[in-house]
């Protein structure tokens, strides 16, 4: 009798020959890194140079700025397709800083009340607020990154495979609300009113009154 040959149904077939090309890929991919580390690689750069593009005058007192750090835990899933597929997870750490400052620039002609012998100085200032938060990025680092087969096939294609843009606005995001749960912005006023009152009292005036009013 002879043997009849196995059928296999066309998605299987699909399935095989994805298979086959990812194997090749991915065996390329090796083959390449391999190669580099052989051959070795040079870096050239070859930036122009910087342009001024414009300059504007700061008037902020910056009385303060804390230091934060914050674990990101961001998870993309796809509907109706298992993690393996498609789907990434990062663990990011994220560590930046906020400043805390006082616009000086705000303050107007009736903010300030100097009595008729220059002994005594009330000053109005608005309140402190807070900057945008800065993330370091030199001090900031993927712990771990899962990605589906989708995602990681799309990486191959994608001009920025890396890109950990969403993570690093989650994290600057969690940075401000933690500096604004602080009392970052009362240490920057408090730092302010010393620094005032120092500097008013090397000039002369014996009382000086600092209050934070202004809107």
Do not use: C
Not at 146 to 166: I, M
Request: hydrophobic share 40%; no cysteine; aromatic share 6%.
């Amino acid at each position: 009798m002879r043997s009849r040959a196995l059928l296999l149904p066309r998605w299987a077939k699909a399935v095989v020959v994805l298979v086959v090309v990812l194997a090749l890929v991915f065996t390329g991919l090796r083959l390449l890194n391999r190669l580099d580390g052989v051959f070795g690689t040079e870096t050239h750069d070859r930036s122009g140079p910087a342009l001024l593009k414009s300059v504007r005058d700061l008037s902020r007192y910056d009385a303060a700025s804390g230091n934060f750090q914050v674990v990101v835990d961001l998870e993309k899933d796809a509907k109706y397709l298992p993690d393996a597929i498609r789907g990434t997870r990062t663990l990011y750490v994220g560590a930046g800083s906020v400043d805390a400052y006082v616009d000086l620039g705000k303050v107007g002609d009736g903010d300030v009340r100097v009595n008729g012998d220059r002994t005594s100085a009330t000053l109005r200032l608005p309140h402190a607020r807070l900057a945008r938060p800065a993330l370091d990025t030199e001090r900031s680092y993927a712990v771990s990154k899962q990605r589906g087969l989708l995602d990681r096939l799309g990486d191959l294609f994608s001009d920025n495979p890396n890109d950990e843009r969403a993570v690093r606005e989650l994290a600057a995001r969690h940075i401000g609300e933690a500096a604004r749960d602080s009392d970052l912005t009362g240490r920057a006023e408090r730092n302010t009113t010393e620094m005032l009152r120092g500097l008013l009292k090397s000039l002369g005036f014996e009382k000086v009154r600092v209050s934070y009013e202004a809107a």
